[in-house]
């Protein structure tokens, strides 16, 4: 690391806030998954508060020709949050931790401004003190940041109802590699005065700027009567599919999930629980609704035994077996997490075939889009073979290879299974022209192309 540059963030930041010391790099050098470890890799971690922080540290590495990894909750699941092992440039990893301010809701907009590394939970707290509700949810809520789920246009439980993180980002601001600041966070919904940087930077997992405040569009709050949740088990994903389509009839659905028999057992077996079904089956779906449209699926011919949360607590209950997978998995070992997406009418097969792919598979996630968590158990974190396998079979039943997580570095030796040449090419011509030097999060998304180097 180039002395003077860590002279200069020093001066910009403040000595505390310009991590050099192995022990105090550790925890930002490391993924979720323990897959992703680049330990030792971090030439500084830097911790900016302001947006005007961000664009020195910005300007001072693209200078300096260091690479910037920013960083939120560094809970995304394919690599992109923690430096590149044998990139030779230093790399700095920009956390996101003190751009946690949220601003006052604005009730006659619906609409919520905050730094973007509040938290999810936060800000879901905020809207609902206001008498609103946030449209997103998922699991790792307590960790994830709203840049984090901008960067990597997050989907969640309730994608179904109101769409992923693009559906919920009114506008945002963010910083360019050269320190040079576009975007607002503030004013009226209505703004059609030129690119919208909050609907670019979705999914460009920080490849093209740095996101450092949000405007969020706040929801009327779903009616408590159709918070409950209910757990079918069922013997296919076939009969999970015609479930799942029967379910996105009914109004008050907000939400279809899905874990195979495997994800169960290591459910129970992790936190020590009962089955939530009489009868062991091997798919269970849940969905959340009212009471009403909750009972109309438990009578589909192929349902062979539900529970049915009828208040707030069971229902907590209910979901806390799928919200518990991610950790019950990374307590057995470390996976290969694969998120795609398959058109319902291949969901089956995928399923099915899945199994002939990899030796063990553990599969669930959100059913009603198409989207299933593809874990793999009891292989070695380099190993690329059977996630080839996954990917190509995923590709020829027409699914994406990312659903949810975006490409990362996990996935980039496989972009062209769900991009063509001419896409490629132009993304790599929108990233050249917005960050020449590739100061931004190199290797991710378009490693192997020209200006990703
Ligand atoms: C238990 C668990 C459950 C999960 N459930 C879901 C789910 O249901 N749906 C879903 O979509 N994901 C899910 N995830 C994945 C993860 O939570 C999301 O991808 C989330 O959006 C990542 O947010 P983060 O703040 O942790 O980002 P990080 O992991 O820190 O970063 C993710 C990517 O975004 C970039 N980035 C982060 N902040 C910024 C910023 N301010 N500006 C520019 N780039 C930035 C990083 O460089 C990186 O490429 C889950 C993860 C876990 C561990």
Partial sequence: MPRDLVD???????????????????????????????TGFA???????????????????????????????????????????????????????????IGAVDEASATLTCGAGTLLVDAQDAARDAGFELGIDLGARASATIGGMVATNAGGVHVLANGPMASQVVRAEAVLADGSVVGKATGPIKDNSGYRWGAILCGTEGTLAVVTAVQLRLLAPAPESSRRAAV???????????????????ASVRAVEAFDAAALALVCAHLALPAPLQRPCDVHVLVEGDEADLALLAAAPYVRDTAVGTDAEATARLWRYREAVPEAIAAHGTPHKLDVALPAA??????????????????????????????????????DAVDSGVYELTA?????????????????????LARGADDIAAMVRVKAALDPRATLNPGVILAGYAASA
């Fill in 8 to 38: 200069s963030l020093r001066r910009v930041l403040g000595s505390e806030h310009v991590l050099v010391d192995t022990d105090l790099r550790a925890g930002y050098e490391m993924d979720w998954t323990g897959r992703w470890d680049a």
């Fill in 346 to 383: 291949a969901v089956a097969e995928f399923a099915a075939a899945v199994a002939g792919v990899a030796p063990d598979v553990v599969l669930f996630g959100h059913l009603g889009d198409g989207n299933l968590h593809v874990n793999l158990l009891g292989l070695s974190p380099a190993d």
């Fill in 396 to 416: 020829r039943l027409g699914g994406s290879i990312s659903a949810e997580h975006g490409i990362g570095v996990a996935k980039a030796a496989h972009l062209h």
């Fill in 43 to 101: 030439a500084a971690v830097v911790r900016p508060a302001s947006t005007a922080e961000v664009a020195s540290v910005l300007a001072a590495c693209d200078a300096a020709g260091a690479a910037v990894v920013t960083q939120g909750g560094n809970t995304g699941l394919v690599g992109g949050s923690v430096p590149r092992r044998g990139l030779t440039r230093p790399q700095v990893v920009l956390s996101t931790q003190r751009l946690r301010a």
């Fill in 232 to 250: 079918y088990g069922v013997d296919d994903f076939a009969s999970a599919t015609d479930l799942c389509g029967r379910a996105r009839k009914l």
